[in-house]
């Protein structure tokens, strides 16, 4: 299997890798299971959702979004100085804004993309229908950043090293295809730039911070079960309205010819 | 839907309900979202799973089987008093045994069942190639009995109000279609009188313990919430190893003509 081709390539043998190296070792978690390549997502690209499907997506990926700052909180409140909090907090802001229509954080921005698949914003915020695979695979996220090191909840963030692209793709193939959801882009067109900058910190200090091979394993393995949790969230999202589209009880279920 | 009528009719007014109110309010939950109506186990019961299929599902219930006397123990670390914490200790006792032939314990059983599908014990233990929304469903079976009241851990216990009929009908359709399976059975037979003893308790702590309305609904919607483990921990296998047959990357694959 390929993971484990991985796992022993960069794996058992015990000399510290260069930061290029350890690089390279991140992008490969990422070329092996980013959601990038998931059919959900593939599907997505090449037009062939319904507005429901869309509905479905927006509704439980506005779950994972509303954690992000609480999970960033969880890393903030562990974080060790001064200088790495006020690099962090930048994440909190960036999701929760500051309260004016210049900066209305990422939540209110997923919002705004919900609403454009035609869902209402209240009934997003509530979260009633959200799928419970999506509930778990996102609180898992915030397992991981509350109970290992914090070594390795900043590297479980470097999934932003990979959103980048996926983002840029994803935002060309939804303007073609999906020309009604054009009005809530704005989450998108944001990360572009902020993903970059917050990957550029968290790389440098999972570097600066890993002092032995076995803690270098430790993010890179850290990096892959947060791609697992993004991967997850795309299966029940397929499992339930894709095929063989099988809500589970109490899940959103989508209208028909919608 | 339906979530939502049982709600409003256990739900909005605040008269406390009396015992036998609170026992088919807590079987209506089962009715309606417990595993014994997923397809996975209607396939299963219908003899229509190949060994793989069998073997997919008694890798990954084997993480769930494995986290039982975690969760007890959580809940043990809980309890108010001696008399509690002897009741309670049982299920840890039922679950780790006490290292003799004699009560070899709940863990070991299950794997003697998969071993019966064909797996290697230690390879199931190790826990490789389990789905990642297995580990995430059952990873919030221990958030809840951590992060909830004592209230609220104990009533997600009680899925063992309809766990026997569930385990006497699936005993006698493994039988019937898996003659190969039956030396792996030990587990289900121990289960048919460990659960109602321990849901009896559980139902009575429930009641004795929930003063107010609010807090049977709290009680009421932790086993709701315990169901949903359950049966996603179904969706996922029936996901990836039914149809449309995607185990994700790293996951067990099945063998070809298993």
Known sequence: MAV????????????LL????????????????YHHKHPFHLLMHEGRLSRGQLQAWALNRYYYQ??????DSIILSRGPDPAFRRAWRKRVVDHDGDGTPKNEGGIKRWLKLAEATGLDAEDVRAGTGILPATRFAVNEYLN???????????????????????????????????????GGLDYFEARMHQAPEDSKFATAYVYENAKT????????????????????QLDALYFAYVQPGWPPPGAFRMQEGV
Chains 1, 2 share one sequence.
Do not use: M
């Open 213 to 232: 091979r076995a803690e270098q394993e430790l993010a890179i393995q850290a990096l892959r079960d947060k791609c697992d949790i993004l991967w997850a």
């Open 66 to 71: 509303s954690i992000i700052p609480i999970k």
């Open 144 to 182: 991981i950043v509350r109970s290992r090191s914090l070594l390795e909840a900043v590297a479980s963030s470097l999934t932003e090293l990979f959103s980048p692209d996926l983002i840029s793709l994803r935002v060309e193939k939804l303007r073609q295809h999906y020309p009604w959801l054009s």
């Open 4 to 15: 484990r081709n991985l796992e022993k390539s960069v794996g058992e043998n015990s000399s």
């Open 18 to 33: 260069t930061f290029d190296e350890l690089c390279a070792a991140l992008r490969a978690v990422g070329e092996e299971r």
